[in-house]
């Protein structure tokens, strides 16, 4: 199969690029009689430090509001999205309830354990003497717990020091509602639903104000970095491992980890947890990627990975992410 290009912008400094360039702009030579036509500062070219300090200020806003603009590619088509990260104690995570009640295979299973909790809460009528039993075992339980009780209250401080620490650490909101996440065709459109106040996940950011009334379509416009393409990740895994995109592959984990979290969707959390075989691609893809001894260990790792196992697994996991977008044009 052949390899899957990635749908990167050709650099400035190609050199194919510049001899193109530099072809189609090379003038006739003039005979040597006519004098060379004088250009007037109207018709002298634009300058191009127009469009940096567009760029530069575009920037600027991302940094200065602590958000940046996405672009996502999935099978279904490209769209543009918004995410931030904050400290987790400073969000509201979305609210998925109506999300899972609109699916079917989730409410089913919801249905099961509520029977087994049900069946768990039986009550059994015993006789005297067992129950006699049974009161003296309880009661012998219970001295027991009253012994543990100061190693409890110690466990109980260090499990609210581990909460206070998970308080602290930051985590990815995308734009979201209701447990789907807002993919935009054009900046236009992404623009237009920023200042038009319909309600979403993003606006409980204390920049979120600020930003409807100081962003433009000409500000969305993705680093590279965050530009994802989870279109392309079932296919390149497929090729076989001569054929992987190790950045392509990368950015992909690092995305479906952020919208995994973001969306609450604990089935690609796991697929993508410590241990998982797609977390053993991920750390062999990067160790291949830094070179030396490490990229040797990583590339032998590599080759003892099924690229079918792992297409599968991708493939389920931009299922389940693609299930989840609300496409708006």
């Known amino acids: 199969m052949p390899r899957v290009t990635r749908r990167r912008r050709t650099p400035a400094g190609n050199p194919k690029h510049t001899e193109v360039s530099v072809a189609r702009q090379s003038p006739q030579r003039p005979?040597?009689?006519?004098?060379?036509?004088?250009?007037?500062?109207?018709?002298?070219?634009?300058?191009?430090?127009?469009?940096?300090?567009?760029?530069?200020?575009?920037?600027?806003?991302?940094?200065?509001?602590?958000?940046?603009?996405?672009?996502?590619?999935?099978?279904?088509?490209?769209?543009?999205?918004?995410?931030?990260?904050?400290?987790?104690?400073?969000?509201t995570p979305t609210d998925v309830t109506e999300r899972d009640q609109d699916d079917p295979f989730l409410a089913r299973r919801q249905v099961t354990e509520e029977d087994e909790e049900d069946d768990d809460e039986a009550v059994v009528i015993l006789d005297e003497e067992v129950a006699q039993e049974f009161a003296e075992s309880d009661e012998e339980e219970a001295k027991g717990r009253r012994r543990d009780a100061t190693d409890d209250e110690d466990a109980e401080t260090a499990a609210e020091e581990d909460e206070d620490e998970a308080g602290d650490e930051e985590v990815p909101v995308f734009l979201t509602h209701r447990g789907k996440l807002l993919l935009f065709k054009t900046p236009e459109s992404l623009v237009s639903f920023i200042r038009s106040g319909a309600p979403n996940d993003l606006s409980?950011?204390?920049?979120?104000?600020?930003?409807?009334?100081?962003?433009?379509?000409?500000?969305?416009?993705?680093?590279?970095?965050?530009?994802?393409?989870?279109?392309?990740?079932?296919?390149?895994?497929?090729?076989?491992?001569?054929?992987?995109?190790?950045?392509?592959?990368?950015?992909?984990?690092?995305?479906?980890?952020?919208?995994?979290?973001?969306?609450?969707?604990?089935?690609?959390?796991?697929?993508?947890?410590?241990?998982?075989?797609?977390?053993?691609?991920?750390?062999?893809?990067r160790a291949s990627v830094d070179g030396g001894v490490g990229g040797f260990f990583?590339?032998?790792?590599?080759?003892?990975?099924?690229?079918?196992t792992a297409s599968l697994g991708w493939r389920t996991i931009v299922g389940k992410i693609s299930a989840t977008v609300d496409w708006r044009d």
């Open 298 to 308: 990583g590339r032998r790792r590599l080759r003892k990975i099924g690229a079918q």
């Open 31 to 91: 005979d040597a009689d006519e004098p060379e036509p004088e250009l007037d500062d109207a018709d002298a070219p634009a300058e191009s430090g127009t469009a940096t300090v567009s760029a530069e200020a575009a920037r600027a806003l991302w940094d200065e509001l602590r958000i940046d603009p996405v672009e996502i590619a999935l099978p279904a088509g490209t769209g543009y999205t918004l995410r931030a990260y904050r400290p987790a104690r400073e969000l």
């Open 204 to 285: 409980q950011l204390d920049s979120w104000n600020e930003l409807s009334e100081r962003v433009e379509p000409a500000d969305i416009a993705p680093l590279d970095e965050d530009v994802y393409e989870l279109d392309l990740v079932v296919e390149n895994l497929r090729g076989g491992h001569d054929t992987w995109d190790s950045t392509l592959l990368i950015e992909a984990g690092e995305v479906a980890r952020d919208l995994a979290y973001a969306l609450r969707l604990p089935a690609v959390l796991d697929m993508l947890s410590a241990g998982s075989s797609l977390d053993d691609l991920d750390e062999a893809l």
